[in-house]
């Protein structure tokens, strides 16, 4: 065994990341590491790479532990890695970075013919042959992810990690890498494949490993998995509270919103949707299948390049948030921390953030005001804080998601986008937030939620709509509504 | 071709142009005494200009230099009054103490995680204020080391004088040339311009870079102070202002980025000369304003802003058509 992991443990205050977890690696295999988002993956990785420092269990690499302090530290023991981005400098030639920090030298000064010939050199062994000379960046991603791997490979020789190398390249160039990840197999690295693209893994892995929750859940041959149960490994049924699927008793619901041939280049293919007053549609698949992307489009953060949007009144702007917030919608984002709430200021102002924006600066809210809609909000929603003006980055997950749902409800938006609203969230917040949606759906107001988590979107939604590969696939409406029609339809084919 | 040098191609493309340009006005604008002139005019200004460009290089700025040339003249004219120090062992002595600030202005910078920008402002004042407490007069340097220094020259044919200062300066850019392309260091300050966190999972040292990079820009700014004072004969704490955003604007004309990571040192030296170029026209023409000098080098770095982001868009562009080509 080239690489063997055992018992490995790291926490993060609060969070216990990795739980206890195992993993080995072959000589001469790919092997397919898969999770969602917070199953622990990245770091797994990352204490691999020495950008983490485990907090327990051993790492074994040819037989011997070791303890990567640093990313150099772990190319030196053997172990490289080759990121999504971010890999290389785009401003240097290609035969400076793949020899930077080993330029050949002579009297003290970089000799700039025998780097090129090195440079040509290691680009010869993946069968390429480019001008060293010019900058990285003039080259397409696929061949600088190559450039990235022959660096990788040429620095520690190991152990390869490819963490989601494929995701910003289209179907020939996913070809192109593939080619140099087998012939190096066939070299005798061991090499570690992060993607959530599943045909990707079924193509060209030997192994796969599905981590859940910061827990291996399972170590299995790829030829003797069927794509359902990889995804049921994936997306586990875990929230054990599943409310019962009650939405079939609302029946249809007057149309409200109709979106039409909504479509972005390279992002999300064109699609159609209708929203009913009082409904929810959830969007279910996995990381990466264009469900965040859509939300985008729908809120003006990133512009469609085809396709309209109207409502019963007729047509509707929504080229930029702002234009979008004017017609009605709100969006919760998926990132929190980053995108959600503004951490240095107060529940009250975050609260007031958006009603203020759309008034004008130049009219501010009345103190008075401003306190009687926090001080609503912290009860309606039942936000656990000594007072108002506390700043929302101490408070929890869940509060600090609820403060931004109050931010929109003051607003009163007819339709609201919610992007994974319980991430992170306690179990308790998760079923509060979960009854909130009920209950603004009961007033009238739509919905679109996206979420990872299966029982959630059956517990809410009186459709489900399915995307892969940034499609949009199928739709599920009534009693089709289930956990397995579901996985079928994420995991379907482009042939079933 | 590759793109990443054709802003030093517009450069020098620009230069002989305008070079042309006036000879065909004043045929004597090709005499060797001009040139001699350009260069030691401008010396002082080239060797600040150099350290400029690696720290421009490297995604910084350097707001004090103009400050610590001031300061070195005062120091220096300061010192061989007052003193029976000889002039060599106070160069050495301010060399030391102007790396010494640019370095402990790196080691903050990267340190605390500060904008290069307010660091090298505080710099800026400090430097200023030292010079106003050694004297807020004008100090004249009367050395018999500084009258040989001052007549040293090479007479070229055509009786241009080539300077020993204007020499320096040419110097100081092979130094820099060496520096910037062909040592490690410098392939680690492009890195550093082109993206922190690439270059530090590239390998490189960023603490060490940066002030190393600086404490090179303040060695600059300090022999650049020395030349200065050759120059003009003396020490004035008010001289100099303004003389860091000469400098930006001579690395952005010479076709360096300053944005960072892309640019050459050959570039900033053909924008010097520019400079000067633009400037001995003027004094040519004799009629024109002085203030056209500011007015010219303000068009030119607009034009050399715009050039780059043209040039960025052109090259994503022919990556977009690669891309689609590949499929």
Redesign the interface.
């Known amino acids: 065994m080239l690489l063997t992991i055992r018992s490995l443990s790291k926490t993060f205050p609060g969070t216990l990341a990795l739980d206890e977890v195992d993993f080995d690696l072959r000589a001469g295999e790919v092997h397919a590491l898969l999770g969602e988002n917070g199953a622990g993956k990245s770091t797994l990785i990352k204490c691999l790479t020495g950008a983490y420092r485990r907090d327990g269990g051993t790492v074994l690499l040819d037989g011997t532990e070791i303890d990567p302090r640093s990313?150099?530290h772990a190319?030196e023991l053997g172990i490289g890695t080759v990121?999504q981005e971010?890999?290389?400098?785009?401003?240097?030639t290609v035969a400076?970075?793949l020899m930077?920090?080993r330029?050949p030298?002579r009297f003290?000064?970089?000799d700039g013919r025998a780097m090129r010939r090195q440079a040509r050199a290691m680009l010869a062994q993946y069968g390429l042959d480019l001008d060293v000379?010019?900058?990285l960046?003039?080259y397409?991603?696929?061949i600088q992810q190559i450039i990235a791997i022959a660096r990788a490979v040429a620095l520690s020789g190991k152990v390869l990690i490819l963490d989601e190398p494929t995701a910003s390249l289209?179907?020939?160039?996913v070809r192109m890498v593939f080619d140099v990840v087998r012939s190096l197999r066939e070299r005798g690295l061991g090499i570690v494949f992060v993607s959530h693209f599943l045909d990707q893994v079924f193509e060209l892995t030997d192994r796969v490993t599905v981590l859940r929750n910061g827990r291996k859940i399972v170590t299995a041959d790829t030829a003797s998995l069927d794509r359902v149960r990889l995804i049921e490994h994936m997306l586990g049924r875990e929230l054990e509270d599943a409310t019962a699927h009650e939405a079939i008793a609302r029946g249809p619901r007057p149309p409200m919103l109709d979106f039409s041939g909504l479509g972005r280049r390279g992002t999300i293919e064109p699609f159609d949707l209708a929203v009913g007053q009082g409904e929810v549609v959830g969007l279910a698949g996995l990381l990466g299948s264009g469900r965040t992307e859509s939300a985008e489009l729908l809120f003006g953060l990133r512009n469609a390049h085809s396709g309209t949007a109207t409502d019963q009144q007729g047509p509707l702007d929504l080229r930029s948030p702002r234009s979008a917030i004017a017609a009605g919608f709100g969006f919760v984002p998926e990132e929190r921390k980053t995108d959600g709430i503004v951490a240095d200021l107060s529940i009250r102002e975050n609260i007031i953030l958006g009603l203020q924006a759309r008034r004008g600066w130049a009219r501010p809210i009345p103190r008075a005001e401003q306190n009687r809609l926090a001080d609503d909000y912290i009860k309606r929603l039942d936000i656990r804080t000594s007072g108002r003006e506390k700043r929302i980055g101490e408070l929890s997950g869940g509060n600090q998601q609820k403060v931004v749902l109050a931010r929109w409800l003051a607003m009163n938006p007819r339709f609201l986008i919610l992007d994974e609203p319980t991430r992170g969230i306690d179990v308790g917040a998760h079923a509060e937030i979960v009854r909130l949606i009920h209950q603004l759906v009961d007033q009238g107001m739509s919905l679109l939620v996206i979420s990872s988590e299966i029982d959630e979107l059956i517990a809410v939604s009186d459709r489900v709509i399915v995307l892969r590969d940034r499609r949009h696939v199928a739709e599920l409406t009534g009693d089709e509504i289930a956990p397995g029609r579901i996985m079928q339809a994420i995991a379907a084919t482009e042939a079933a | 071709m590759?793109?990443?040098a054709l802003p030093l191609y517009v450069t020098i493309g620009i230069f002989l142009l305008a070079y042309l340009v006036f000879w065909l006005q004043f045929p004597n604008i090709l005499s060797t005494r001009v040139v001699g002139n350009l260069l030691t005019d401008n010396a002082y200004l080239g060797i600040v200009a150099v350290g400029m460009t690696l720290v421009i290089l490297s995604g910084g700025i350097d707001l004090s230099v103009g400050s610590v040339i001031a300061f070195s003249g005062v120091f220096i004219a300061v010192l061989l009054r007052d003193t029976g120090l000889h002039p060599l062992a106070v160069f050495a002595l301010l060399l030391m103490l102007t790396t010494a600030f640019g370095a402990g202005m790196g080691f903050l910078i990267d340190r605390l995680a500060m904008p290069a920008f307010i660091v090298t402002l505080a710099g800026m004042f400090l430097a200023r204020g030292a010079a106003y407490i050694l004297s807020i007069d004008s100090v004249p340097i009367q050395h018999p080391f500084y009258q040989a220094l001052q007549g040293a020259y090479w007479l070229m044919p055509g009786k241009g004088r080539l300077t020993l200062i204007g020499v320096l300066m040419v110097l100081t850019f092979v130094l820099g040339m060496?520096v910037a392309?062909?040592?490690?260091f410098g392939?680690s300050v492009?890195?550093l311009?082109?993206?922190e966190?690439?270059?530090?999972?590239?390998?490189?040292r960023q603490g060490r870079t940066t002030v190393l990079v600086y404490a090179f820009s303040g060695a600059m700014a300090g022999l650049s102070g020395i030349v200065f004072s050759v120059y003009t004969g003396s020490g004035y704490s008010l001289a100099t202002v303004g003389t860091e955003l000469t400098a930006i604007a001579a690395v952005v004309i010479g076709g360096t980025l300053l944005t960072g990571?892309?640019g050459y040192m050959f570039g900033t030296f053909v924008g010097v000369l520019t400079m000067g170029l633009i400037q001995t026209y003027i004094v040519f023409d004799g009629s024109l304003s002085s203030w056209w000098t500011k007015i010219v080098i303000g068009i030119l770095l607009l034009a050399f802003i715009l050039l780059q982001k043209g040039l960025l868009k052109l090259?994503q562009m022919?990556?977009a058509q690669?891309?689609t080509r590949?499929?």
């Open positions: 990313t150099a190319q990121y971010v890999n290389l400098l785009a401003n240097l400076q970075n930077f920090g330029e030298r003290g000064l970089i000379d010019r900058d960046g003039t397409s991603v696929a289209d179907a020939a160039e | 590759n793109t990443r060496i392309h062909k040592t490690r392939a492009y890195a311009g082109g993206g966190a690439a270059a530090r999972l590239m390998g490189v990571g892309a090259s022919r990556l690669e891309a590949g499929t």
